[in-house]
């Protein structure tokens, strides 16, 4: 049975101001992203001692074992993170347009529960941009410098210590880059299917409009993007290349990583300051 435009009309918020939902979004996404750096750095950390006791121990590294077990590792970690940022944002949206829905109530899209596992399956397999190759590719780095060591006639130990002192601070910088690009994407795009649904479920004509930071760390692409607004079915323009949301892959590498760039979703009918 489809939903009648007249049950649903809070999609409509009257006056919109960018930078309050901004701040709400980045609230969200900041709190997400902690939770994720924190996994993260401890996995990378262990993964590379563990990696350095076996090689002082027994004198042997194999990049392509060591990183299919850092792949085995993380990849269960990353998809839960993508379901938990999937219910978060969700729910988010919910508690926006529905104000009678308790906090703790379970992610509903107009009395529907959402099958949050296949929603990520899709996400997962579709993109891996941060992380395509990280693993075989920390692994190999790990395997040159052990082989630079020996070359100097260094100790079990001493390449170790090497090791040790060169990508352990890798692990955290490398870490936040993983954590920060990938709430933010996984948001962008599970806030995109949230206000697909609305469209398509309600009938009621729902656009988005991109919004920049704008500070001295933003593209100039994102800034020339800012303001943009389209149809939900139609892409932004983002530096001559077509996205659907802030952190779709379809971007490239380039307009994706570290990106802060927000979506703000509306009813046709709403002002947008």
Not at 35 to 56: D, E, G, H, P, S
Not at 75 to 80: C, E, K, R, T, Y
Not at 138 to 148: D, F, K, V
Request: charged share 25%; with cysteine.
């Amino acid at each position: 049975m489809r939903t009648s435009r007249k049950q649903f009309n809070n999609f409509r918020q009257g006056r919109v101001s960018t930078r309050a939902e901004y701040r709400r979004q980045l609230v969200i996404r900041n709190n997400l992203e902690k939770r994720f750096y924190k996994k993260l750095n401890t996995l990378f950390r262990k993964f590379i001692n563990v990696q350095l006791y076996l090689y002082k121990e027994f004198g042997i590294f194999e990049s392509d074992i060591a990183a299919q077990r850092l792949n085995e590792e993380l990849m269960p970690v990353i998809f839960l993170h993508y379901k938990r940022v999937f219910q978060a944002i969700y729910k988010s949206n919910e508690d926006k347009y529905d104000m009678n829905r308790k906090a703790d109530e379970e992610a509903f899209v107009f009395g529907r529960s959402i099958d949050f596992e296949a929603l990520v399956s899709t996400y997962f397999t579709s993109r891996q941009l941060v992380l395509s190759g990280i693993s075989t590719r920390l692994a190999n780095r790990i395997s040159a410098t052990i082989e630079l060591g020996r070359a100097d006639n260094l100790t079990l130990q001493q390449i170790a210590k090497l090791v040790s002192d060169k990508y352990l601070p890798i692990s955290r910088t490398r870490a936040a880059l993983i954590s920060r690009t990938e709430t933010h994407n996984a948001a962008s795009f599970a806030s995109n299917a949230y206000h697909l649904t609305v469209e398509k479920e309600t009938g009621i004509k729902m656009l988005k409009k991109w919004v920049a930071v704008n500070d001295n760390r933003t593209r100039s692409a994102h800034s020339s993007a800012n303001g943009q607004t389209v149809d939900m079915s139609e892409d932004f323009l983002v530096g001559g290349v077509p996205m659907g949301y802030a952190g779709d892959s379809k971007g490239g590498a380039k307009n994706v990583i570290n990106c802060r760039c927000v979506i703000v979703y509306v009813d046709e009918r709403d002002v947008v300051n």
